[in-house]
């Protein structure tokens, strides 16, 4: 009897250790789903108008000065900006600014939600980014979007910010990342400037981001902004070992789909 309790108590003990251990992991929250286009379902564009309206601060400058809006003024961007931007103007068409007031008018609910969840994500990832905060102003029956004008700077990006962008953009689904739209600031902020819905669609392929997509073109896109060389040099190498990946992936599925295609060819 002594010989089986030896034997018992320490294997009860192990099972005892094996549940607890078990109930822990069953307990475990799930990660933050921080993908847009998951995100967003939680939304109704009626829900974020109400939500998200201006202070009443803000409504009554734009009440008041509505008028007097103006173009963005080139010579406040920096200057590899500014070259993007006379070789596409478009990019501004939905751009005006009431400069006195530091506002910039946009339209586009989607931003509300973009801006959110790149803030959420970076913070819960202690995440050195940030997007500016978008708020509804309503007029004549439209929606307009308001945001606070940001002070860019010429500064290139470190490594550490460029790697807090690779992991924004992997966690999120962001993909739209060219220097048009990332901004170092005079603050020393990293900061996100487009946050539509377009702007987490696959770069290349105009699809809503998952995890079968490949991250490279919102990558490759972010090779525009200016940087360190060692950042660059780190950004390049990520680019090159997932497309590796994924060419290594590819090979995985190049002998099944050899076959299946000699098969059709001899049944038809």
Known sequence: MKIIKKLLIPSLASLAILIAGNSQAMEKPNKPNYNYWEYKK???????????????????????????????????????????????WGCLARTTVLEEHGLILKNGVSRIIGSQLINKCAAENNLAVRAPVKKCYM???????????????????????IRDLYKIAKLTGLQDMHAG??????????????TEHRSFLNYWFGLPHNPLLS??????????????????????????????????KATDYAAPVALIALDTCIVS
């Open 42 to 88: 939680q939304f109704t564009e009626e829900a974020l108008i109400a939500n998200n309206q201006v202070d009443a601060t803000t409504k009554e400058i734009l009440d008041k000065d509505w008028d007097k809006q103006t173009e963005l003024n080139l010579q406040q961007l920096p200057k590899h900006v500014r070259a993007m931007v006379l070789e596409c």
């Open 139 to 161: 007029r004549d029956d439209l929606v307009h979007i308001i945001v606070s004008k940001i002070k860019p700077s010429d500064r290139p990006f470190s490594l550490k910010q």
């Open 181 to 194: 739209n990332i901004f170092n600031t005079q603050e020393g902020e990293v900061v996100i400037v487009d």
């Open 215 to 248: 991250l490279v073109p919102g990558l490759v896109t972010l090779t525009t902004v200016p940087m360190e060389p060692t950042a660059k040099e780190w950004l390049s190498k990520k680019i090159e070992r997932i497309t590796e990946k994924e060419m290594l």
